[in-house]
């Protein structure tokens, strides 16, 4: 039998990075429909955050699965729901993120998603961008 274990962090932004997420109760009630639409496809979602304009996922990777796949399904679905339910049009950024996360690295990626909207009162999502892809090119990742 295979076995696969991978966990990924994910982040990808609204198109042109637009603040379509400022309503933090909406924001969380995306939340909690990308977590239920998930399960339904056998995505398992570990954490899930972000702020105004982005969004990251922790999630672990299935060997009948692919991150392109993922977060198609989740863009597309969640963009569709959210419009649907009248909190306004969301468009998501064709392009993603997504790192390998080691698992002694895990309860830090958790706490760091967790702090999102803590860590934008200090730092825009163009500099944490630059940040992770700095840190990989740095640790020739």
């Known amino acids: ?20 997420l400022k309503n933090s109760h909406y924001r969380y009630e995306l939340y909690s429909h990308i977590r239920k639409y998930s399960k339904s496809k056998g995505i398992l979602i570990d954490h899930i955050g972000g702020f105004t304009d982005h969004m990251h996922l922790l999630l672990f990777l299935k060997s009948n699965q692919s991150v392109g796949e993922i977060e198609r399904l989740i863009k597309g679905e969640s963009s569709h729901w959210y419009s649907q339910m009248k909190y306004g049009p969301l468009q998501w ?38 940040s992770f892809v700095s840190m990989l090119h740095k640790n020739n990742l």
């Open 1 to 20: 039998m295979s076995y696969l274990s991978l966990i990924i962090h994910c982040v990808w932004s609204t198109k042109n990075r637009a603040p379509l």
């Open 93 to 130: 950024q064709d392009d993603y993120f997504a790192v390998s996360v080691s698992p002694d690295r895990l309860n830090t990626v958790r706490q760091y998603i967790r702090k999102q909207e803590e860590h934008h009162k200090k730092y825009s999502f163009e500099e944490e961008y630059e």
